[in-house]
């Protein structure tokens, strides 16, 4: 299985802004975990949860910060678009 991840504009911009809290390396770590939870390929402890309204979107809480993500398989190779990443506040207003 190879995982490969494809970041928002606006998602960057916010890792940067905020490397303190969350960095581009931690931010793959829970994208991949994710994936590996969802997809059962190994049993992972990190919550993420399906988004209502949306079957393609899931979500990764870590403390106050949310990351919102679609994924696709095709064969071997499983493509994560990282769709946004911010506080919880306003993550979901957008």
Same mark, same amino acid.
């Given at each position: 299985?190879?995982?490969? =991840?494809d970041?928002?504009?606006?998602?960057?911009?916010?890792? #940067?802004?905020?490397?303190? =809290?969350?960095?581009? /390396?931690e931010? /793959?770590?829970?994208?991949?975990?994710?994936?590996?939870?969802?997809?059962?390929?190994?049993?992972?402890?990190?919550?993420?949860?399906?988004?209502?309204? #949306?079957?393609?979107?899931?979500?990764?809480?870590?403390?106050?910060?949310?990351?919102?993500?679609?994924? /696709?398989?095709?064969?071997?190779?499983?493509?994560?678009?990282?769709?946004?990443?911010?506080?919880?506040?306003?993550?979901?207003?957008?």
């Amino acid at each position: 299985m190879r995982v490969e =991840l494809d970041y928002s504009k606006s998602s960057l911009k916010f890792l #940067d802004q905020n490397s303190a =809290l969350l960095s581009r /390396d931690e931010s /793959d770590k829970l994208v991949i975990k994710a994936i590996k939870k969802i997809y059962k390929i190994s049993i992972e402890s990190i919550d993420v949860k399906k988004l209502k309204g #949306d079957d393609a979107l899931f979500r990764i809480r870590k403390g106050d910060i949310r990351i919102v993500f679609s994924s /696709d398989r095709d064969g071997k190779i499983i493509i994560a678009s990282i769709n946004e990443i911010d506080f919880r506040g306003n993550i979901y207003k957008k």
